[in-house]
């Protein structure tokens, strides 16, 4: 069964910076999409950022020119670069991918979440 094992949340004070990191793990041949959601208390999960055919991105309105999100194929591995961050940015970060796995067949999978507290 594929994973995504998720790290790098914690605590920062704003204005400050976060590398969160997804790795992929399992039988995996192809990776179509990876990303970046959060989601606040009693907030709806949204999209933060994309990654798609290891080139493509798109990012929220709220992150753009202060998130970064890159991969690394060879080792399934997906990170999104958080700087300036602000209280705003306080949510679970949750990766998600559409990749193949052993079924050869392209399906979702989501991450754990990981926590990111920015204190003003």
């Known amino acids: 069964q594929v994973q995504l094992v998720e790290s790098g949340g914690g605590l920062v004070q704003a204005g400050g910076s976060l590398r969160l990191s997804c790795a992929a793990s399992?039988?995996?041949?192809?990776?179509?999409?990876m990303a970046w959601f959060r989601q606040a208390p009693w907030k709806q999960r949204e999209l933060v950022a994309e990654?798609?055919?290891?080139?493509?991105?798109k990012y929220a309105d709220s992150v753009k020119g202060r998130f970064t999100i890159s991969g690394d194929n060879a080792k399934n591995t997906v990170y999104l670069q958080m700087n300036t961050l602000n209280a705003e940015d306080t949510a679970v970060y949750y990766c998600?991918?559409?990749?193949?796995?052993?079924?050869?067949?392209?399906?979702?999978?989501w991450g754990q979440g990981t926590q990111v507290t920015v204190s003003s």
């Open positions: 399992g039988s995996i041949f192809g990776i179509r999409t």
């Open positions: 990654l798609s055919g290891g080139a493509s991105t």
């Open positions: 998600y991918s559409v990749l193949k796995d052993d079924s050869s067949r392209f399906r979702d999978f």
